[in-house]
C-alpha cells in the first residue's frame, strides 16, 4: 500500500514546489529541449535516477533534490544490463502510473521513462572497472551487475548533464561506485548521498518489500534489529564476533539464509579486521529472505564532519 500522508507532507513543505503539472517524457531528445531552455535561465537541475516502484525512501530523495534546484528529474528506468539473474528483471514490479503520482505529489517537474530501445539503441558494450570498490560484496555475488549500473547512470548523466544527481545510502557499495565513476570520467556535478529511510519497525525501505509475505516481512525486521544490536555487541566485541554473531542470529531463522556480512571501511569498502583500522565502518548485508534478496547496512562509526 503506498503511503500517500507521506507523499503530500513532502509536496506541502518542499521549498521550491510550484503546482504546476509534472511532465512524463518518453526520450531523450525531448527532455533535452525542455532542459536547454531552463538551464539557460541559469535553473539548477537535480536528477534522481530511480527503477520505480518508488517509495518514501525514494520520495526523500526527490524531496532533497526539490528543495535543492529548481527542476528535478526523476528517471523511471528498470535497467536491463544490471540484471544478472533474468529471473529478478522479469518479477521486478512496473508501477509507472502510480509513480507519476507519487512524483508529482513531491514537487518532481519530469519523470522520464525512456523505453529499453531509448536508452540502448545498440548494445552497450562499455565496461567500466573500480576495482576494488566493485569486486567485493555485491560485485562479487552479482557479476556484472555494477557494469550495468555504470552503464545507465553514465548515460543519464549525459542526457540530462544535471548539476547534483542523488542516490540513497541504502545501497551503500553502489553510492560509493558512483563517486568513483563521476571522479574517473570527470562528470561535473555533485554526488549526494542521502540517508536510508526505514519503517517504523526499523525495516530499510526497498521496492522488493513489495514482494514479502506477511511472515517474510515478519522475518524481515530481523535484519535491521540485529544490525542494530550488533553496536552495542561491537563495543565489546571483535570485527570477527561481531560478524559471526550477525550471521548467526539471522541464520537461525530457517526461511533466511546471510548471503555476506562484511564489516568495512566506508571509502574503500575493504573489510576490516580491528575497529581502530577506520574512522568510517560500515557493516554491509546481504540476505535471502525466502526468495526476496534484501540488502541493508549499518555505519559503526562515522568520519566527524
Ligand atoms: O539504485 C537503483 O535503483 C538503480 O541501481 C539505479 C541507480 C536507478 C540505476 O538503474
Known sequence: MVNYGLFCTVFQTTKNHKPIKMKVIHTIKDLQAELSVLKAQGKKVGLVPTMGALHAGHASLVKRSVN?????????????????????????????????????????????????????????TRQFSYAPLDTVMEGAFRPGHFNGVCQIVSKLFEAVKPHRAYFGEKDFQQLAIIREMVRQMQFDLEIVGCPIVREEDGLALSSRNARLSAEERENALKISQTLFKSRTFAASHSVKETIDEVISTIDAIPEMRVEYYEIVDGNTLQPIAGWNDSDYIVGCITVYNGEVRLI????????EQ
Open 68 to 124: 535543492e534546484n529548481e527542476v528535478t528529474v526523476v528517471s523511471v528506468f528498470v535497467n536491463p544490463t544490471q540484471f544478472n539473474d533474468k529471473n529478478d528483471l522479469v518479477k521486478y514490479p512496473r508501477t509507472l502510473d502510480a509513480d507519476c503520482k507519487l512524483l508529482e505529489a513531491c514537487g518532481a517537474t519530469y519523470a522520464f521513462a525512456p523505453s529499453v530501445e531509448e536508452m540502448y539503441p545498440e548494445p552497450d
Open 296 to 303: 541493508d547496512n549499518i555505519a559503526y562509526r562515522r568520519p
